[in-house]
């Protein structure tokens, strides 16, 4: 399998004015501006294996990827008045992983690692049993401390889509028909 992280980033990347802003159009026409913060420098296969080592976690491929070129981003955050507020996705550092495993608490129920926090109290989580069984489905959405769903897809694929959608809550999509999207207005 090939991957296709890097181009992702990259074509992320060109998208960005000087000052890591970009204009994006959003439902119903709006049009809002975002930063996006992406760490200039990536891990090293060094660092990712020592990290797997001393936790005993094996990262997926495309995951490891995104460490490479990238070891952290937040994806976009939402600016008001020039200041930002907060939103969109952080993907975390290797020393953000580390640091969230000693929060281990508050995902009970929980068979994974949490690599990025999204959305109000959202976690993006690699399930260690999926991956075990070598299922590419691996990425769960954990909400709100409560709800454990997976999102049928792998890492790669979930940032491609989030940067097509624009920051949107793409998984969601299906569930919006002509009936239930006004009422939730």
């Known amino acids: 399998m090939s991957h296709f992280v890097d181009k992702t980033i990259a074509g992320l990347t060109n998208l ?7 204009k994006l159009f959003c439902r119903e026409g709006e049009i809002s501006e975002f930063a996006v913060t992406l760490s200039d420098m990536g891990a090293t296969e060094a660092d990712i294996q020592i990290f797997e080592n001393s936790n005993d976690i094996q990262l997926p491929t495309d995951y490891r990827e995104f460490l490479k070129v990238c070891n952290g981003a937040r994806i976009f955050e939402t600016l008001f008045n020039g200041q930002r507020v907060g939103g969109g996705l952080q993907l975390f550092s290797l020393n953000e992983l580390q640091e969230n495993l000693s929060y281990l608490d508050l995902f ?15 976690h993006l989580v690699i399930d260690h049993e999926r ?9 769960f959405i954990f909400e709100d401390g409560l709800d454990y769903r997976p999102l ?34």
């Open 152 to 185: 049928h897809l792998n890492f790669e694929i979930f940032l491609d889509r989030y940067i097509m959608s624009q920051g949107e809550t793409f998984w969601e999509w299906g569930h919006w028909t002509a009936t239930n999207y006004y009422k939730t207005r």
């Open 108 to 122: 009970e129920g929980v068979n994974g690692i949490a690599i990025a926090h999204l959305l109000e109290e959202c």
């Open 16 to 22: 960005l004015d000087p000052n890591g802003h970009i």
């Open 131 to 139: 991956l075990k069984q070598n299922d590419p489905n691996y990425l």
